[in-house]
């Protein structure tokens, strides 16, 4: 089975753990340019008046393209008191908010450098929310293809062994996105009970906060059902 290749996320949507769950391993690519608008700094929730995206703030350099391990994060706005006060709001009076709120404060409140540290620092809590065991090799130089075994002669002719097979990867940076649906070779996650879903429906492609908040420990099973 090919090896998952993934962008830095924050906190990352249920689709991501799906895949996540079926791989002993995937690979973040650190090194990719960073994307505005995307998974890497933004996460949704649904709270009483519907879907609302929780954006981080970063410090950008005007006209460059920066890789992701160097772009920083921007503290000039309160923003992770103001995603911690929507948080709050949407699930404060679900059963489990109280299993998973002060882990989520401890991150947000710790003020990282760069924006990758707080992805990982996310992405690693939802795993453990999951009991997921996923390994996430970090790539701090951009992916870009499978890496070709060299086999030849040494002058003299002493043959080079042959390195050990390279990852077979399946990249999905660009699959993942806010504003574009799933490719059709990754299904969805099923339909989970969620707190407005009386009043705005189901409510689809939500962060893993809002699975974890609605279901506890359940999660880990709805994130594997097929």
Known sequence: MATPLLS?????????????????????????????????????????????????????????????????????????????HAIRSAYGKTPW?????????????????????????????GLKWLGLTTELIIEEAYVVGQPKPVIGQLAGGMELEPPPPPLRLQDYRICFHPKKPLPPDLLPTPPYPQVFAYRLGYVHGLSIIDLVMNTGPKASTIIRAM
């Open 97 to 125: 908010f109280i299993h998973y709120i002060d882990e989520i404060e401890a991150v947000l409140m710790t003020k990282h450098d760069r924006l990758v540290d707080l992805d990982i620092a996310t992405m690693r809590m």
């Open 8 to 84: 830095a996320f924050y906190f990352g949507s249920v689709d991501h753990y799906r895949l996540m769950a079926q791989h002993d391993r995937v690979i973040i690519d650190i090194g990719e340019h960073f994307e505005r608008q995307s998974y890497r700094t933004r996460t949704s929730i649904a709270g009483p008046n519907g879907k609302q995206d929780l954006v981080v703030q970063i410090s950008r350099r005007s006209g460059t393209k920066m890789p992701m391990r160097e772009v920083r994060l921007s503290y000039e706005e309160t923003w992770p008191q103001q995603h911690l």
